[in-house]
């Protein structure tokens, strides 16, 4: 038994060696996407990555999160995991569906401003668990196994600019629906002189779709800046090649993981899904 | 030393020229998330001092333009890496 644990510990100690004498270090093969099974439709590349992977394992766990705090065993009775249930619904009742979506249309888009919600906090959550999907293997007992390794799906642009454009083709098609193509695209325009017009149509419009790229971009650059900061610090001993840095750079790295775990990932949820309502509600109800 | 001397060194280096995009992109963005967020939470402390009993209906406000500001960061940060990958 003492000389399996003795064998497993210098093994461990074999790995930091093998994936130092890889030599150059570079930050951004971080976030390029290998193939891991090619699906081409025509110009269309829905190849199975590694993004793609975390969407569906964040997809998975936030239907087991949904289903086994607010469907399982829930009653008069309620028990700790009954209250949080609980406690997450509120927050995407009141914080969010209310605040954004008028009284008549909360019936119908709560599920989904509450969905985008836990999804979010999902997959950026999962993004700071050391999960063993990477695209680095190494190799233990001569089986080839993925390192862990943290990386968040909504860290790539094409994953938040998805998300985004639910929440933008979602909030056309209701303001159509609601209100009429003509009276809906002339609540875009505010009440200005008529002599403003051709400066403030051509503003207001581009205004529609600078909201869908603030949506996205807002998600992407704040997981982006969070996962290369403590990708920088922890990058800086590889790169200097110098253990002592450890000192400085680990404190800092987990402090940085920290506030991005506790702060950022929840109120990037929060904001999405909150801005999301506010979008869809003004456009099923605008202000004249 | 004048920043004409500057340029001239900095226009034969591009290496230079990138760095300087990225590290204003980022700075200045900061710069202003940094006003808007304090700004924001001296409202925030201020508001809560006058009404103590309005804290819970703050909160949500106050997170959601927390987060509006500190997204112009990354705007900035977006904006940087472009002029550094791209050009």
Redesign the interface.
Known sequence: MRRLLALAGTLLLAFPATALAKGEFDPAEEWTLHEWIPLHLGPLDLSINKAVAYILLSALVTMLIGIGLMRVKTGRDPTRKQALGEQIYEIAQTQVAEQGLPTKAIGMWFPYVATLMLFIWTINMLGFIPLPLSDEKFELFGVELPTLGIFAATSTLSVTIALALMTFVFTHVEGIRHNGPLKYFRSWIPDVPKALYPLIVPLEILGQFMRLISLSVRLYANMLAGHMLILTFIGLIFVLENVVLAVVAVPFATAFYLFEVVIVVSIQAFIFAALSAIYIGSAIEPEH | MDFSVLAAEAAGNVDAGKAIALALGIGLGSLGAGVGIGNIFGSMIQSVARQPELRGELQ?IM??G???T??V???G??GGLLAYVLI
Do not use: D, K, N, T
Request: net charge negative; glycine share 8%; charged share 10%.
């Open positions: 949500g997170w959601l927390f987060a509006l500190e997204a960061v990354f705007y940060l977006i």
